[in-house]
């Protein structure tokens, strides 16, 4: 093992070895030469990030039940260890068989964030991968991908040899089992990207050609093969209890972002706020039953031994049986002190109540959501949340001693107004003056404000939106800042310039490739890290690319206007999301689906959930 | 309530990891275990697991400890075999006794080491051996050694207990070294190996350090932990 030998020594001169070794507890080893099939599952961040996503973590357990299949992870090498791997000519290896990337059957990637691209174009290159899917030949692994990020692939269309679309807990073993007959029949690589196109949400970019309008937005995107789908329809789980969920969950010895169990409660959200992709491409609602939850999370604390465990879910609040489920588990955690915490909790009295019950949440303090600065913009968003509510919840966190609170607001949401952006600081000086109404002083009060810039992304409601330009948002960000004094107040925004870059990617077409090629050439990788985020060398790749950023990111789009992503049905309707345009603009509200009042979103056609 | 000293190893899979990553391990073994342990009160309970010292990452050991609380009365034997099958590969537990009529971990002053060298000149096996008796001869030996991003010298001259010569081959050597260890001053082989070369006028290399146990260095006696 060449590779082995020549890390023992290269892994001391590492900040963080501990990201290369593997064989943690729970990772799955097998023997490389009795498997017919061998799947690299990357994230394309470093470990402690990679580590932290539940996606991955499904598919490594459901694959490696297979007897036939060996599936392991890889993350992005932190730039240390990248320089010794090219300085020692060491191809990038998988963590558990320390395998090259490039031996392997499929190398499949997940889409979280449009700003890890040039990382997976890294990896490929550290692999020793063609970047380029048609550069590549029968001897190379195939380059996969999925995630939300995949739900506009277009970007990534000349890297990618194809995307699975959606939930891919049974798509990927119908391509694992379409893969083994394709081996035995040694035809060309082209044929099984065909064979796959078959596959329901499956999507092969390179069996469609792009016609351009001359204005260079898309005039349509037509199969250039025989019986190659029109449009690619999302995969979804039916139902939630049968579903593959895994309980012996790898152990990392290092500390991770999130170092704990997770226990994902359903899957969906339903209340349609129309700024997030998640509440629409997520859809429908889908519950896991309190008895299923309850048998999980024992048999994970069992093999795991984690100290803590985490209720996932878009939406924790909404799961309608969520007092049962935490009395079931604080009962049956109690003996062993396992603590259960609670993210994306609603803050209200009743949530207060259980979280002062439940989990450690004094340290980090509340986290409040409203999004917008005033009533009028969070109706345009339709994110359902008073003032007068917000404020009580604010007051109840008070009375019950917690004194570090967080808001977070989006800038340059459609219709904005000086005045929301004032709503923003009167919101907070209002939080302050609930605080002294309690506590009869101010001091010891924490108000953390933090501002995000917004991001149109592909279906929803606002992807016809233009993003607000960098100077614009500097504007806004000025003048938050000027109005968001004080000593209780800390006030901390996005970095502006990659919101815009997000912006671009998450509804580009697929002339960016080019960009992103251009964008690793000049050393862009990791930029979602501040340190490693270079805005001049993605403007350089821009620019010789003859590619305006702008077209993407800032220009209006028309209500006819052929998307890149309108090749994706994730069952949300451009007619729903035109009606919700339209009262948006109109600052009226569409209630949660939960009231029973169907919006007409379109899931139904292709799925039922419990809500919806 | 039951306390439990166990002796375990730490082998070359695992050498990388911190001393960090190692406690929040065997804690997480423990509770997959089903152990009794007792928990430290407030917000966030802990378990009580109390570790000798803090191994550096890259150096391997045989001879690590740890003292465990237990709530209920349960088995040395049976705690072993039970954590052992629950370990990840790299970590094994040798040991398990009652603490009583042992010392107190925090009283520990000195450790054993096993540290192979390589050199780039050949030397004989007696210049090496002459070089080891100067080395526990001098009155003085100055190391420097960085304290929080500063350079500090230290002299390790009587922190040193004993070198011995394990094996030797042509340009290899393999050696036995008893070090300080705690309040009295951390030694680590690759201090012993920077004073070495200076009296040896040539670059030594190390290439692997392995902790072979922990005592307790009294009067020209030790005592081990357990």
């Known amino acids: 093992m060449e590779i082995n030998k020549a890390l023992g020594e290269l892994l001391l001169k590492v900040s963080k070895p501990t990201r290369y070794i593997g064989n943690e507890y729970n990772s799955v080893h097998k023997d490389k030469n009795s498997i017919e099939v061998h ?8 470990y402690e990030v990679g580590m ?4 991955i973590k499904i598919l490594y357990h459901l694959l490696n039940e297979k007897e036939d299949i060996y599936a392991e992870r890889v993350f992005a090498p932190w730039v240390d260890f990248e320089k010794l791997l090219r300085e020692h000519g060491i191809p990038l290896f998988s963590l558990e068989s320390r395998t090259a990337l490039r031996d392997f059957d499929f190398f499949g990637f997940t889409l979280q964030y449009e700003m890890s691209y040039t990382n997976i174009l890294n990896m490929l290159e550290l692999s020793g991968i ?4 048609k550069k590549r030949s029968d001897e190379h692994p ?23 679309i959606g939930e891919a807990e049974d798509a990927i073993l119908e391509i694992i089992q379409y893969y083994k007959k394709f081996k035995l029949s040694k035809l060309p690589r082209q044929k099984f990207l065909e064979m796959v196109s078959q596959i329901k949400g499956v999507y092969v970019p390179s069996l469609y050609d792009v016609i351009y309008n001359e204005d260079g937005t898309i005039k349509e995107m037509i199969p250039n093969k025989v019986g190659v789908p029109l449009k690619i329809q999302k995969r979804i789980i039916k139902d939630m209890d049968e579903a593959y969920y895994p309980t012996k969950f790898i152990v990392p010895y290092m500390d991770i972002v999130h170092d704990r169990a997770v226990l994902e409660i359903f899957r969906g959200c339903s209340r349609g706020c129309r700024f997030c992709q998640a509440g629409m491409i997520y859809r429908p609602v889908r519950e896991k039953s309190v008895d299923r939850l309850q048998k999980l999370a024992e048999e994970i604390i069992d093999s795991t031994g984690y100290e803590e465990i985490s209720l996932s879910s878009l939406s924790t609040s909404d799961y309608s049986s969520l007092k049962q489920l ?7 955690f109690e003996r062993s002190k396992v603590g259960i915490s609670l993210p994306s909790l609603r803050i209200d009295a009743f949530s207060l109540q259980l979280a002062q019950k439940v989990q450690e949440i004094k340290k980090s303090g509340l986290t409040f959501a409203p999004e917008a600065g005033t009533q009028r913009l969070r109706d345009v968003i339709n994110k359902c949340v008073s003032e007068h509510d917000l404020l009580n919840s604010v007051k109840d966190a ?15 949401l459609p219709t904005e107004t000086v005045d929301d952006l004032e709503g923003i600081a009167r919101l907070a000086h209002s939080v302050i003056d609930v605080y002294r109404e309690v506590n009869g002083k101010t001091k010891g009060l924490k108000l953390n404000i933090s501002t995000s810039t917004f991001v149109p992304k592909p279906f929803t409601p606002f992807q016809w939106e233009k993003q607000a330009t960098l100077s614009q948002i500097d504007e806004k960000q000025k003048l938050l800042k ?19 870059l997000e912006a671009v990617f998450s509804r580009g077409d697929r002339k960016l490739s080019k960009v992103l090629l251009s964008a690793h050439k000049n050393g862009c990788k990791f930029d979602g890290w501040d340190e490693m985020f270079s805005y001049e060398n993605w403007m350089k790749a821009f620019r010789s690319e ?7 990111a800032n220009r209006q789009r028309g209500e006819n206007e052929h998307f890149p992503w309108d090749i994706i049905d994730p069952g949300i309707d451009k007619k729903f999301l035109l009606r919700e345009l339209e009262k948006a603009k109109k600052g009226e509200i569409s209630p949660d689906c939960r009231s029973g009042k169907c919006q007409g979103c379109g899931i139904k056609r292709i799925a039922d959930g419990d809500i919806c | 309530m039951l306390k439990l000293r166990m002796r375990f190893e730490k082998n070359d899979l695992l050498k990388y990891i911190s001393h960090l990553d190692m406690m929040r391990t065997f804690a997480r073994a423990m509770r997959r275990a089903n152990l009794p342990l007792s928990f430290s009160q407030g917000f966030t309970p802990r378990p009580k697991i109390v570790f000798a010292s803090a191994l550096p990452v890259g150096v391997t050991s045989s001879g690590e400890y740890m003292d465990v609380e237990f709530e209920e009365e349960i088995e040395p034997e049976d705690v072993a075999a039970r954590l052992n099958s629950v370990l990840p590969r790299g970590l094994f537990i040798k040991k398990v006794n009652h603490t009583q009529g042992h010392p107190a971990l925090s009283s520990l002053n000195g450790a054993l080491y096993l540290t192979d060298i390589i050199f780039n000149i050949d030397i004989s096996k007696q210049i090496l051996i002459n070089g080891i008796s100067d080395l526990l001869t001098e009155k003085c030996i100055i190391v420097e050694k960085s304290v929080r991003g500063k350079t500090k010298q230290f002299d390790i001259a009587s922190l040193v207990y004993d070198i011995r010569l394990l094996s030797f081959a042509k340009g290899f050597a393999q050696l036995n070294m008893e070090l300080s260890m705690g309040q009295e001053g951390n030694v680590t082989p690759q201090m012993v190996i920077m004073a070495f070369e200076k009296i040896l006028h040539q670059e030594v290399k190390i290439s692997k350090v392995h902790r072979e146990d922990m005592f307790i260095y009294k009067n020209g006696n030790k005592t081990f932990p357990l």
């Not at chain 1, 692939?153 to 194809?162: S, Y």
């Not at chain 1, 935490?326 to 049956?332: A, D, I, R, S, V």
């Open chain 1, 482 to 500: 000027s109005l968001l004094r004080g000593r209780n107040i800390h006030y901390n925004w996005h970095e502006a310039k990659l919101s815009f």
């Open chain 1, 546 to 552: 003859g590619i305006n950023p702008e077209f993407y």
């Open chain 1, 52 to 55: 932290s996503h539940l996606g």
């Open chain 1, 130 to 133: 063609p970047l380029l899917s």
């Open chain 1, 398 to 412: 008070f009375i019950c001693e917690w004194n570090s609170v967080k808001l977070y607001f989006m800038i340059g």
């Open chain 1, 142 to 164: 195939f380059i996969i991908a999925g995630g939300p990020c995949a739900y506009n692939p277009e970007p990534l269309a000349e890297f990618i040899d194809f995307f699975v």
């Open chain 1, 39 to 46: 799947i690299a599952l990357a994230f394309p961040d470093i």
């Open chain 1, 326 to 332: 935490l009395e079931k588990l604080t009962e049956g």
